[in-house]
Each structure stands twice: as C-alpha cells, then as structure tokens.
C-alpha cells in the first residue's frame, strides 16, 4: 500500500499543522481549560477561515468533498496540539453522518458548520459500550411510535461536547429490535443535561430525553439505523486513532527533547540504555499506531470492507497509545508530575482516548468475531 500523499492532502495537513502550531500553546491550552465551557472559540474560527471545518461536506452545500484521510489529518494535527476544540465531535459524529445519510433537511446543517457557527457531535458511548461487554450495540435511549414520529426517552451517557452542540445524532431503540438516528438539539424541551468533566478536562454531558421527534429528525429509520450506527462507529473509531497518533508523536518529541537536555551524572538522560530503550519502544509503538491508522482510512475512503482494519487500528491506538504517553509521563520523572508542566495533558488525552476507544480487550474480542463471521461466510481473511 502507498502511503504517499496527494497534493491536495498535503496541503490540508501543512493548513492544519500551521493553524495549531501557531494559535496553540500551553498556556493557552491551560486558559481554556479555566473557562466554563472548554472550548477555543478563536481557534474555531480560525479553522473555520481556513475552510477546514467543511473539508468533509458534500460539495452540494458548500463542503470540499473529502474524505476520512483528511479528517484524519486534521485530527492528527489536533492530538500534536491537544486542542480544546470539537473536531471529532462535529466533522466525524456529525457532518459525515448527515452527509452520507442526511435528507434535504438536515443537509441543511452542514453550511453552519462550515462557516463555524454550529457545533455537531453524536451520543455513542452506551452503543459502544454494549458492544464491549459483547452485547448487539443496543442504545440506551428508547424509541415508541408516537403520531406520525417517535417519543425519545432514557439517557444518554457522556455525549462529546454537547454542551456546546446545536444538534446531536442519537440512536435510539425501539422495542421490535430496530434502531433509529434523531437529529436532536440538546437545548428542546424534554432534553435535559448533567455535565460531566472526563479525564482530559472536556465536557461531555449526559443527555436525559423525553420528547417526540418527527420524520425530518431522521437521519436513519429503524430498518436502517444498526447499519448507520455501525457506520458512524468505524468513523468514529479511525478518527480517535489519528488523535492517538498525534497525542502519542508529540509526547515522544517532547520527551526525546528532554532526555537530550536533561542531565544526571554529567551526561545527557538520553545516553543512558534504560531511557534510550524506552523511548524506542514508545516510537516503535506510535508508528504501529500511524501505519494501523492509514490502512483503515485508505479503505474507508476506497469503498473496501474496512472494520477489520477498523478495529486493528482501535486496538493498536487503544493498546500501543496508553503505553506511550505512560512512557513519556514516566520518563520525564518528577516533572511528569508537575500539572504546570505540558507533558502531562498528553498523558490525560492518551488515557481519555483510551477509554473512548473503549479498550484494547473489547477490540480484540470484536476482531475475533469479525474473522470468524468471514470464515463462516468464506471471506478471505487478508481483506
């Protein structure tokens, strides 16, 4: 496989690269994370100006027309800088969604989030949550016909950045067995919010719904909705790696600078083989994460079955990043310790990607019952 990129990916990632870099720094990572809602409305707006936030739009409303390896980008980007933005939220859990499966209605949308006016994310913690423990991926939100749509009831739990958000997409069950997606916005009557602080300082509130949502709401009907939610999930998934890959390069830099400027006995920490070999380990490590990544958003882009990839590239970023930013924490000893020292939010974004990932024993096990459902159906096992 080729992992050169076009031009035009090129230029995405040097746009990206050049917006963080030069707006986000630790002290203003560290001001954000005093403010109520966490969130760096001035980066938005860069990013925004940059025309990066409709880089994934349809180019009917306006959007670029990309796809998941510039997302990916962009991300990547994002976990270098750990950035106090909702990248993942909007352009994976929502403008992708509404973009593949969204009416006229909701097509609507997505010109808001490319001028960086809305705010989009998705409630998927409880799916992927069953899904870990080995159940079907069943919603927590229940779904009941009422008139000519449907009442939404139940909670929601830790919904990324819908504190800030103008609509999030929630799966709901219904009790026949289907699923539907609603395009809600969390600030209706009947939605009520909890908020809840994660290990990395974001807000991901806890959504408690009751109230009816009509045709226009969906994006999926129940017929539909287990394969959308599937979808969105893989989506999901390849794009916290690629903030994985970011979070896990920038703490190996950072830690290689200061092995290489520390000193103890008159020599440089970096010349001693116990430092060296770890940081090798916790470069070898993110390059697994990278490789892992690009593999699964090659073949998302390309129409080629791709959970497989999917979920060696959750496991790897799930698995390899948590030991990585340990390393780094580690070997930067007691100033890994110091919270006015920068090293340590990549620890905090490692373990919180961790957990959104859902852990590398949960991926382990879906990819055993991924390989098994292709051998049962005579799928090669090499796809």
Avoid at 6 to 21: H, N, Y
Avoid at 268 to 273: D, E, I
Avoid at 322 to 349: C, E, K, N, S, T
């Amino acid at each position: 496989m080729d992992f050169t990129f076009s031009e035009e990916q090129q230029a995405v990632r040097e746009a990206a690269d050049g917006i963080f870099a030069g707006l986000v720094t630790p002290e203003r990572v560290k001001e954000i994370e005093a403010t109520d809602d966490r969130f760096d409305r001035a980066l938005w707006a860069e990013l925004a100006r940059a025309d990066l936030l409709g880089l994934a739009a349809p180019e009917s409303v306006g959007g670029g027309g990309y796809g998941m390896v510039e997302l990916c980008l962009i991300l990547e980007a994002q976990g270098r800088s750990v950035a106090p933005v909702p990248l993942w939220a909007t352009l994976v859990l929502g403008v992708l969604p509404i973009g593949e499966f969204g009416s006229d209605h909701l097509l609507g949308l997505l010109p808001g989030v490319t001028a960086g006016d809305t705010v989009l994310t998705a409630a998927l913690a409880d799916v992927a949550d069953d899904l870990a423990v080995g159940g079907p991926g069943r919603p927590s939100v229940r779904a009941t016909p009422s008139g000519g749509g449907y009442r939404l009831t139940g909670t929601a739990s830790a919904v990324p950045w819908a504190h800030v958000a103008d609509r999030v997409l929630v799966p709901a069950a219904l009790d026949d067995g289907g699923v539907l997606v609603a395009v809600v916005d969390p600030r209706a009557d009947g939605v009520t919010q909890a908020w809840a602080e994660t290990t990395n300082r974001e807000i991901h509130p806890h959504l408690t719904f009751d109230l009816d949502v009509v045709a226009d709401d969906l994006l999926a009907t129940p017929e539909a909705g287990a394969g959308v939610v599937a979808w969105i999930l893989d989506r999901a998934w390849t794009g916290l790696a690629a903030l994985q890959v970011g979070v896990a390069e920038a703490a190996v830099t950072q830690t290689a600078e200061y092995l290489n400027t520390r000193e103890q006995f008159e020599r440089p920490l970096s010349t001693f083989q116990g430092t060296m070999l770890r940081a090798a380990d916790a470069a070898i490590d993110t390059e697994a994460v990278r490789v892992t990544l690009w593999q699964a958003a090659w073949r998302i882009d390309n129409g080629l079955p791709a959970s497989r990839a999917v979920t060696v590239a959750a496991w790897w970023a799930s698995d390899a990043g948590q030991r990585v930013v340990h390393a780094a924490q580690h070997l930067h000893g007691g100033m890994g310790a110091d919270i006015d020292y920068p090293i340590h939010r990549y620890f905090l974004w490692g373990k919180q990607l961790e957990l959104l990932l859902g852990g590398p024993s949960a991926h382990l096990a879906r990819l055993g019952t991924l390989v098994v459902e292709d051998l049962q159906a005579g799928t090669a096992v090499a796809t």
